[in-house]
C-alpha cells in the first residue's frame, strides 16, 4: 500500500483536518517501527488533502451509502456521471464511475432521492414515452443502491395500453483511487471489454466488473452500454439487477450486515418522536462503519467516516468505542486488541504509545497527536468497559497494553507537573491534562481491581495536577474566570475559550455509580457550565468549536467555530452528570434538532452559526458522514438521560438520570449491561426505572 508523506508545516497540518487514515508513527510520520505488526487496513485508506482550485470535492450534498469496505455515492438525480464522488467504491477504489440509465432514449425526470438505510438509497424518475400521455408520466423509474454493489433499475408502465421500452446503461469507470478524486486526479476513463453478462475494466494494478440479470440483449464495449427491451403490459415492471464488483476472490461481507455484528439492536420511544429516529440511524451508521481487523478478522472497530476516512484513526475508533458502551463490550474489546497490536514496543521515549496522526488544532495551537489522545484514552475504555460486563479473562489479557499506556504517561510526564502535547516542548493543552487525569485515575482503579501494581504512584500524581491545574489554568477575568485552553512552553497561559473544554467535565465512572474526581473545583466547574450554555459557545444547534467573541473565530472553521457533534455530546453528558441540568438540556435540544434537519444522520460537524426563527444548521462541506463519533454521540445523548452507571464486578447498576427530565418520558430497550439486555424507563418526573437486566444485577444507591 502506498504510503503518502504527511505535510510537515503548520499550514499543512491545517489541511489534514482531523488526521489521515494511513498508518502513522506515534509523531505522525507513515513509518512503521520494527518488530511490531502494521497496523490493518481493512479499507484503502484516504488522506484528506485538498486538490485543486476548489479542495476536496464537496460532499455535504450526497447521498453516501456505506457498507465498509463498500461505498456508494450519489447525487440527488441518481444518475452517476462519473463526476465528483459519484459511483461505486471498493476499499477505497472506484470500481463503477458512471451508469447513466435512458429509457427509450431519454433520461427519466428525477422526483425524488432518498436513504432507505446506511447502506442503500432509492432513486425515482418519470418519463412521458406515449405521444397523448398529457401531462401525466406514464413510466416510473426506480432505482435502489446498494453500497455493497448492487443497483436494481426497476420500469413500470403506469400507461393505459402496452409500451415498448428499450433500456439503456452507460457504464464506465478509472478505477481511481479515492484520495486521487480528493485530490482531484482521478485518471481518464478506461475501455471497457465484454465480460459474461455484461462489462469488465483492466488495469494493471486491478480488475473490476459489471454483470446484469436478465444478460443485455446487446452489449457494446466502446460505448460502455448494455441493452434490453422490454413489453409491458398496463401496469407491469420489469427489472434488470446490476452487480458491480472487483475480479479476485469474493470479497468480505460488510461486518455491520452479519450476524456477528458486536452491536446490540438497541431501541428508543418517547414523548419526543425524534429519539427513536436518532438511535435508529445511529447505530445504522456504527453498523456500516465497522470493520475487521485482518490480522484477527473476529475483532472489529469503527472507521473514522465516509467517505474521507474509511480506515482506523486510533482517538476517534477508541472515543466512539467508550460512547457505544451501553450497546455491549464486544467492540470496544475488538478495538482495544486491534489498537494493541498496534503498541509501540522496544526501547525509546515513545515505548507504550498508540501510534496517531497529528491534528489541527486550529489558529490558536500547533497541531496535536492524537496518539497522546489515543494512548490516554486506552486504559480508560479498558477500565469502564470492565464496568458494562466486559468478561474478566478478557480485561486480563488486554490489561499488559494497558499497563504499558500508563508507563508511558508516568515517563512521559517524568517529573514535570504537566503532560506536553506532541512531545517533547510542547504545549500543555487543557483536554491533554483532562485525558492524562482521567488515565491516572481509571488506570489506577484497574490496576488494584486485578491485582497489579503502580495504583497508589497514579493517584499521587493525579492529585499533584488537580491541585496545581485548578491555580495555573484558571484565568481571572470580569465575567467570572474561564479555563485556559493550554499553556504555553514559556508558561503563559493561552486564554480563547472553545469546546475542547468539555473534555475537563468527562471526568470518568469508577465504582459503584462514582464518577472520578474532575481538574476543576466545583466554583470553577460552575463557571465553565455557565459559559459552554452562554450565547458565545451555544449556537442554538450544538456547541462551537471556538466561541463568537474569539479572535479568529468562523463558523466554518473545523477547529475554529463550526459545531463538532461528538464535544457537544461529551458536553451534555458532562454537564448532567454535575448537576447543570439547563446548560445540558440546552445543547441536548439544540443538537437533537440538528439532527432532525440531517435526516438523523449527523455529521461530524457543520456549520456554528447561530440558530434563529426559521434557520437551517449549514452543512460544513467537507464533513464527515457518517461519522463514527458523531453517530456514537446519538447513543451517549440518549443513555445520559437514563444516567445508566454500571459496577458489573459488584453486581450493581445505578441510575442517575437528569431531574428536569429534557425530553419527557424515555424508554431504551434492548441495551447491554453485563451481556444481557437491559432496558430502562425514565419518567416525566426524571425518574427512572429497570424493566430489563441481567439475573443478580442490583439496583444500586
Avoid at 500543555?428 to 482521567?438: F, M, N, P, S
Avoid at 439544540?590 to 426563527?613: D, I, K, N, V, Y
Avoid at 445508566?644 to 438520570?657: C, E, M, Q, S, Y
Avoid at 431531574?659 to 434492548?670: I, M, Y
Wanted: glycine share 12%; net charge positive; hydrophobic share 40%.
Amino acid at each position: 500500500m502506498h504510503q503518502p508523506t504527511p505535510p510537515s508545516t503548520a499550514a499543512d497540518n491545517r489541511r489534514l483536518r482531523d488526521g489521515p487514515s494511513w498508518p502513522p508513527s506515534a509523531d505522525g510520520g507513515p513509518a512503521q517501527p520494527r518488530g511490531r505488526t502494521p497496523r490493518p487496513t481493512p479499507a484503502r485508506p484516504v488522506p484528506p488533502v485538498t486538490g485543486g482550485a476548489g479542495g476536496l470535492p464537496p460532499s455535504h450534498t450526497a447521498l453516501i451509502c456505506v457498507a465498509l469496505p463498500g461505498l456508494a455515492i450519489s447525487t440527488e438525480h441518481g444518475q452517476l456521471t462519473g463526476q465528483g464522488l459519484e459511483g461505486f467504491y471498493r476499499a477505497g477504489r472506484r470500481l463503477l464511475a458512471r451508469c447513466q440509465v435512458r429509457v427509450a432514449g431519454r433520461e427519466p425526470l428525477a422526483v425524488q432521492a432518498r436513504m432507505t438505510g446506511a447502506d442503500s438509497a432509492r432513486f425515482v424518475g418519470v418519463l412521458r414515452v406515449s405521444p397523448a400521455a398529457g401531462p401525466d408520466p406514464d413510466v416510473v423509474v426506480e432505482r435502489t443502491r446498494h453500497a455493497e454493489g448492487m443497483e436494481r433499475i426497476t420500469l413500470r408502465n403506469c400507461a393505459p395500453h402496452p409500451l415498448r421500452l428499450p433500456l439503456e446503461a452507460v457504464l464506465g469507470t478509472d478505477l481511481a483511487d479515492l484520495s486521487a478524486i480528493a485530490a482531484g486526479i482521478p485518471g481518464p476513463e478506461l475501455p471497457a471489454g465484454v465480460h459474461d453478462s455484461g462489462l469488465r475494466w483492466t488495469t494493471p494494478t486491478g480488475n473490476a466488473s459489471v454483470t446484469a440479470d436478465p444478460p443485455p440483449a446487446d452489449a457494446l464495449a466502446s460505448a460502455g452500454l448494455l441493452r434490453w427491451e422490454f413489453e409491458l403490459p398496463p401496469g407491469a415492471t420489469a427489472s434488470v439487477e446490476l452487480r458491480v464488483r472487483p475480479d479476485g476472490p469474493a470479497p468480505l461481507r460488510a461486518l455491520g450486515r452479519a450476524a456477528t455484528s458486536p452491536l446490540a439492536p438497541a431501541r428508543a420511544k418517547g414523548d419526543d418522536p425524534r429519539v427513536t429516529a436518532l438511535l435508529r440511524t445511529s447505530i445504522d451508521d456504527l453498523q456500516a462503519l465497522l470493520l475487521r481487523d485482518l490480522a484477527q478478522p473476529g475483532d472489529s472497530y469503527l472507521a473514522a467516516g465516509a467517505p474521507w476516512r474509511c480506515g482506523l484513526a486510533p482517538a476517534e475508533a477508541l472515543a466512539a468505542a467508550r460512547m457505544t458502551l451501553p450497546l455491549g463490550t464486544r467492540l470496544a474489546a475488538g478495538t482495544l486488541r486491534t489498537l494493541a497490536r498496534t503498541q509501540l514496543r522496544g526501547p525509546g521515549p515513545r515505548t507504550g504509545m498508540i501510534p496517531g496522526p497529528r491534528r489541527d488544532a486550529g489558529a490558536h495551537l500547533p497541531p496535536g497527536c492524537t496518539g497522546t489522545e489515543a494512548t490516554l484514552l486506552f486504559p480508560v475504555l479498558l477500565a469502564e468497559a470492565r464496568r458494562w460486563g466486559l468478561p474478566e479473562q478478557e480485561t486480563r489479557e488486554l490489561l499488559p497494553a494497558a499497563e504499558r499506556c500508563l508507563t508511558w504517561l508516568r515517563t512521559t510526564a517524568g517529573d514535570r507537573t504537566y503532560l506536553s502535547d506532541p512531545q517533547p516542548g510542547g504545549p500543555a493543552r487543557a483536554e491533554t491534562q483532562a485525558h492524562a487525569h482521567r488515565a491516572a485515575l481509571l488506570g489506577a482503579d484497574l490496576l488494584d481491581a486485578c491485582g497489579r501494581p503502580g495504583g497508589a504512584g497514579l493517584r499521587q500524581w493525579a492529585a499533584e495536577l488537580r491541585k496545581a491545574f485548578r491555580a495555573d489554568f484558571w484565568v481571572e477575568d470580569r465575567g467570572g474566570g474561564r479555563p485556559a485552553a493550554a499553556l504555553a512552553p514559556d508558561g503563559r497561559p493561552l486564554t480563547h475559550l472553545g469546546s475542547t473544554a468539555v473534555h475537563l467535565l468527562d471526568t470518568g465512572l469508577l465504582g459503584a455509580g462514582r464518577l472520578a474526581a474532575g481538574l476543576l473545583d466545583r466554583v470553577q466547574t460552575e463557571q465553565l457550565a455557565r459559559l459552554l450554555g452562554g450565547p458565545a459557545m451555544d449556537s442554538g444547534w450544538g456547541l462551537r468549536g471556538l466561541g463568537a467573541k474569539e479572535t479568529g473565530h468562523s463558523p466554518f472553521g473545523h477547529r475554529s467555530g463550526a459545531v463538532r457533534v461528538q464535544e457537544t455530546a461529551l458536553a451534555v453528558a458532562g454537564l448532567a452528570a454535575a448537576g447543570y441540568e439547563k446548560e445540558a438540556g440546552g445543547l441536548l435540544r439544540g443538537l437533537l434538532a440538528a439532527a432532525e434537519r440531517f435526516g438523523h444522520r449527523l455529521p461530524e460537524m457543520f456549520a456554528g452559526e447561530q440558530r434563529s426563527e426559521g434557520s437551517a444548521p449549514l452543512p460544513h462541506p467537507a464533513a464527515c458522514r457518517p461519522a463514527a463519533t458523531a453517530a456514537a454521540a446519538g447513543v451517549l445523548l440518549l443513555t445520559t438521560l437514563a444516567g445508566i452507571r454500571p459496577d458489573v464486578p459488584a453486581g450493581t447498576v445505578t441510575l442517575r438520570p437528569p431531574h428536569s427530565a429534557p425530553l419527557g418520558e424515555l424508554g431504551l430497550t434492548g441495551l447491554r449491561v453485563a451481556g444481557a439486555p437491559f432496558s430502562v424507563r425514565v419518567s416525566r418526573l426524571g425518574l427512572a426505572m429497570v424493566e430489563e437486566a441481567a439475573a443478580g444485577l442490583q439496583l444500586g444507591v
